[in-house]
């Protein structure tokens, strides 16, 4: 037992004691001070309710066995509390002189003017190894307990910059100084865990510490809100704290019930009519087996499109849910557009779950602001939370009124680094992969995944710099034990099993085929074939030998609509979208038949409005599907949207994806025009070259697609009229991303020398290509789970959400051109205005309310053209957007009466039917 500290003369145990009630934790520029020995009760009481109400059950029970106890809830709520015991320092407290005579009263040395300053987290990570030490726990586990807590600003610190603090002593005080820390410990020992032993582990697995360090943050921000926690200097005495203890419950109770934050209680059985109202389809029925037989912790799910894979993911994650303990789940999918139709989708599953409490779900991406459904939810969540923490309920322990609704989203969760800890969240993929890279508070991320379902969409659509990132979030999820669904139209074999080993962390041989269900858990692995409807699609093709040459196409087209139907036409580039749509348009509209266009460069609202009305002209129902018509798109029509065609054009793309596309026609049952009666996809944007017999493609499909693939593909399908699905669709896209040399491709078994000569070229290119890639992730993501040498090899210096700094210190998620997001408004008389005439301006130099907020984000676009980019990223954000969460990365572009501006050497222009069109300027 440590002897009481005496200061300056002062021997009364008593006084003694209370000395640590002049210790400050917050204070703000007024003279009213809240003891550290309070805030360190708060964020205890807010981990101790979190614990109780929110934490996953699986984290619980990892903590609990990594730690080495039966339960360890009061030992975990203790290290909560410690996370500021560094404040305890004259390096801390001299930032508020005024509140430092009665320690110096006591003896207690504070550091001059020219001390160097220290962060109180580093000397949470430097001390507390001291006090733990003496009580009782190993000296491995009392550094690495330190390290974990005192990185709640973010970042953990090395060993090296730790010991570095040794040369600035007068800032971490003296032996005065390290007793009155080692006083506040044993307070909050008396108060928090008065009979909990040391942990009985040398060291935590790094996916346990993780999990810690999230809990111990979260908690520390939610104890840090003054509005729940206000300050109370009327605590000056020791014996006071015992009553503060149980008041800190109550508010954190009130706390965290106001968040609506709940771990998810899914049915403990359940059939799939019982979750969706209908019978389960081939595909569905074998992963409700598999999930229910095998208790998998990874599923793959493998089919074609529109055999109802969501259903079966999220049916697998309830029931995963269920089994293992996890407090929630959260899909991600490639685009924005994507995550939006699955946020309404998931939404409507929440609903059937019929909850007696709201359930929180978060719409996660950079637009998020804009959906109308989410906003509709985030009110909903306001009114729910008020009335969770009302003293009535919280004193009730009867937080929230069935009638308020049993879906809702919660603002608190769309601050920066806290979206993935709501207990559901539908989102772009990139939200997952930003857990993989090492940026700042990327524990909170892993913190939020590691506890959930983790249910990832179109797994195919993802280059190799996101697949190696999704790999090693994998790895990381495997380690943590968090349940993981991948859901794929087109999947290579290597793919599936890199797949399955980056969980795993070992390779697993699993003979799949296609379509089918592959799986790995800890009683084994295995993999089971379903049954899909079979069609064959007829192949033609369309030789294109420039970009302005569009006749063929227009010809092709107006033949396929003679009899009248739907027709898609997907171009690989937005210029390529635009010159068709232009062409199509001119020769069709005369006869009264409708041409769409939809791509990534029109504004954001308008962008949202083609999608919105894609779905409800082409979507499974017949009402307002026109007789004739066009739409030309780009890739966004490629993934997840449910539109049906009865013919396609499509430009020359990898074989996985030509496929993917195809299963935008012929989606539902209905009848076809007499012509249309067979799926036919009109392969086109392509020549071939007389000399090799392989393709040439327009630049700016080599510059979307690696050039090696689209040749292995063209091989592939060199001499076919017809591909039967799903028989022939996975031994093709094995063919294509296989190993084999290109020339032993089916259909091409005789190749001239100078054909071998190139696709040896292009496959240099590509390995080369791709090793860059993966070493550009490996510059980010996280180290491997099991070889982490130190904490403080997780977390970085990368920078998310800032596209304002070089590339080489961005945490991208995404390689290619970078993109910078800008808002077009009208450049006036008057200033900047959101119409030409200038009736409405825009004062960029005030925070525009909601209303204006979500017009300006309306008027938003993503440009990526490289003569744009980096002269707009170097216009400044308006100062009236920088603390607006959803504008303060967009810059503004100033158009004149007629929509146009120039910027550099090119001239950008605002088209009411083309979207944003970009040119080069003459000169």
């Known amino acids: 037992m440590i002897e009481p500290p005496r200061f300056g003369g002062q021997d009364a145990e008593d006084h003694t004691a209370d000395l640590v009630m002049s210790l400050w934790g917050k204070a703000g520029v007024e003279a009213v001070p809240h003891p550290l020995l309070c805030h360190c009760l708060d964020v205890a009481a807010v981990a101790q309710r979190l614990w109780d109400d929110a934490v996953a059950e699986s984290a619980r029970e990892t903590l609990a066995h990594d730690v080495g106890v039966a339960d360890a809830r009061d030992l975990v709520v203790l290290w909560c509390a410690l996370h500021d015991l560094g404040k305890a320092s004259p390096a801390f407290q001299v930032m508020r002189p005024d509140l430092a005579p009665p320690l110096e009263a006591a003896g207690l040395e504070f550091p001059s003017g020219n001390a160097v300053r220290i962060g109180h987290g580093q000397v949470s990570g430097l001390e507390i190894p001291h006090v733990l030490v003496d009580a009782g726990y190993e000296r491995s586990s009392a550094r690495q307990i330190a390290t974990i807590v005192g990185g709640h600003h973010g970042r953990f610190a090395s060993p090296t910059s730790l010991a570095s603090l040794n040369k600035t002593p007068k800032s971490l005080g003296g032996g005065g100084w390290r007793d009155l820390r080692r006083l506040v410990f044993d307070e909050l020992v008396r108060v928090l865990a008065p009979g909990v032993n040391p942990p009985t582990v040398a060291k935590l697995p790094d996916s346990t510490a993780v999990l810690l360090a999230g809990l111990v943050t979260v908690a520390d921000w939610i104890g840090s809100d003054r509005s729940v926690f206000p300050y109370r200097p009327d605590v000056d005495r020791v014996a006071m704290l015992d009553a503060y203890w149980d008041d800190a419950q109550r508010q954190a109770t009130r706390a965290v019930q106001r968040l609506l934050w709940r771990r998810w209680d899914p049915p403990v059985q359940r059939s799939f009519v019982g979750a969706f109202g209908f019978e389960a389809r081939p595909v569905q029925a074998i992963v409700a087996e598999i999930v229910e037989r095998e208790r998998p912790s990874m599923v793959i799910i493998e089919a074609p499109t529109g055999i109802g894979k969501t259903e079966a993911a999220l049916f697998a994650a309830e029931r995963l849910a269920a089994e293992q303990g996890s407090g929630g789940f959260f899909v991600g999918l490639p685009t924005q557009a994507t995550a939006n139709q699955m946020f309404t989708r998931v939404g409507s599953y929440l609903e059937g779950l019929g909850h007696s409490e709201p359930q929180v779900l978060q719409l996660l991406h950079g637009r998020a602001g804009l959906s109308e459904e989410f906003e509709a939810l985030t009110d909903a969540g306001r009114e729910a939370g008020a009335l969770a923490c009302s003293p009535e309920a919280v004193a009730e ?330 028989d022939e669709v996975g031994p093709l896209i094995d063919a294509v991303y296989c190993d084999d040399p290109a020339s032993q491709l089916l259909g091409a078994e005789n190749v001239s020398a100078a054909t071998e000569e190139q696709l040896s070229e292009l496959s240099s290119q590509s390995r080369l290509k791709a090793d860059e890639h993966e070493h550009e992730a490996a510059l980010r993501f996280l180290p491997p789970p099991p070889a982490v040498d130190h904490l403080a090899d997780v977390t970085g210096h990368f920078a998310e959400d800032d596209p304002g700094i070089h590339p080489k210190l961005q945490a991208r998620t995404r390689l290619g051109d970078p993109s910078v997001s800008v808002v077009l408004l009208f450049d006036t008389d008057r200033g900047p205005s959101l119409t030409a005439d200038g009736s409405e301006l825009v004062d960029l130099s005030r925070r525009p309310n909601r209303s204006l907020e979500r017009r300006l984000l309306g008027r938003s676009v993503d440009l990526s053209h490289r003569s744009l980019t980096f002269i707009l990223m170097d216009e400044p954000v308006p100062e009236g957007w920088q603390q607006s969460p959803w504008l303060r990365r967009h810059r503004v572009v100033l158009l004149d009466t007629t929509g146009a501006v120039r910027v550099g050497k090119m001239t950008a222009s605002l088209d009411n039917d083309l979207g944003v069109v970009l040119s080069r300027s003459e000169e």
């Open 397 to 726: 322990d009867d937080p929230v009124s069935p009638q308020v609704g049993s879906v809702v989203a919660q603002e608190w969760f769309a601050r920066r680094h806290v979206g993935l800890l709501a207990p559901f969240g539908v989102g772009t993929i990139d939200q997952g992969l930003l857990a993989a890279l090492r940026t700042k508070f990327v524990f909170l991320r892993l913190f939020g995944l590691g506890q959930k379902v983790v249910i990832v969409d179109e797994v195919h659509a993802y280059d190799t710099y996101m697949s190696t990132i999704l790999d090693r979030l994998l790895a990381w999820l495997g380690e943590m034990g968090a349940p993981v669904v991948l859901l794929s139209a087109t999947l290579p074999s290597r793919r599936r099993r890199e797949l399955l080993a980056a969980y795993v962390g070992a390779e697993v041989d699993v003979d799949a085929g296609y379509p089918g269900v592959a799986w790995v858990g800890d009683h084994g692995h295995g993999w089971s074939k379903t049954e899909v409807a079979e069609r064959t699609i007829q192949l033609s093709y369309l030789h294109e030998r420039d970009d302005q040459d569009l006749s063929s196409m227009v010809k092709a087209v107006t033949e396929r609509l003679s009899g009248g139907g739907c027709v898609a036409v997907l171009r690989n580039t937005v210029a390529r979208a635009q010159a068709t749509f232009g062409a199509l348009r001119a020769e069709l509209s005369s006869a009264g038949i409708d041409v769409e266009l939809i791509h990534a460069r029109f504004c954001v609202d308008d962008r949202a409005n083609r999608e919105r009305g894609l779905v409800e002209r082409y979507g499974p129902g017949d009402e307002g599907r026109p007789d004739r018509a066009v739409v030309v798109a780009t890739q966004v029509m490629e993934q997840s949207l449910d539109v049906d065609f009865d013919v396609m054009f499509s430009d020359f793309a990898p074989l996985d994806l030509l496929v993917q596309r195809a299963g935008r026609m012929h989606r539902h049952d209905r009848r076809r025009p007499g012509r249309l009666t067979e799926p036919e996809l009109v392969v086109c944007g392509f020549e071939r070259d007389p000399s090799t017999g392989l393709g040439e493609f327009p630049t700016g499909t080599k510059a979307v697609y690696d050039e090696y693939i689209l040749q292995r593909s063209w091989l592939a399908l060199d001499g076919r009229n017809s591909l039967r699905s799903p």
